[in-house]
């Protein structure tokens, strides 16, 4: 008599597959996850680089640099990752504006960016160089 030979995985052979695409996922994901929050750092410096922009051809027609964000740049970001705002506020010769965090974005090391007329800001809680290099 000849043997009826089934075709298939074995539930230990299922279970195997499952794990070893478990490890192949845990070690994955916090890379992939800190890729995603490292592209949408880009979301943040393009919308304080844009605004440094505004505020420049701003004072180029008026006697100081705008005190409205709505003159210049919109609450957030262009994507949506980071809230916009002035820190203190802006006069004839200088404005800084910062770019904070926000919903999953909000876990990103580099922290919050800021800018002022001559460029980035790198000192004290603001994100440092190699977060502007992205």
Not at 44 to 68: F, M, P
Request: proline share 3%.
């Amino acid at each position: 008599m000849r043997e009826k030979r089934t075709k298939g995985f074995t539930l230990i052979e299922l279970m195997i597959v499952i794990a070893i695409v478990a490890i192949l996922v845990a070690l994955a994901y916090p890379s992939w996850a800190e890729s995603i929050r490292k592209a949408r750092r880009a979301d943040g410096i393009e919308s304080l680089q844009s605004l440094r922009i505004k505020q420049k051809q701003w004072r180029a027609n008026h006697v100081s640099y705008s005190t409205t964000l709505s003159d210049v740049s919109g609450a957030t970001s262009t994507e949506g990752h980071y809230t916009i705002a002035f820190v203190g506020s802006p006069n004839a010769t200088t404005f800084v504006a910062k770019a904070t965090p926000t919903g999953a974005q909000s876990t990103d090391s580099c922290g919050t960016f800021a800018i002022n007329q001559d460029g980035p800001l790198h000192s004290g809680d603001y994100a440092n160089a190699r977060c502007w290099n992205k």
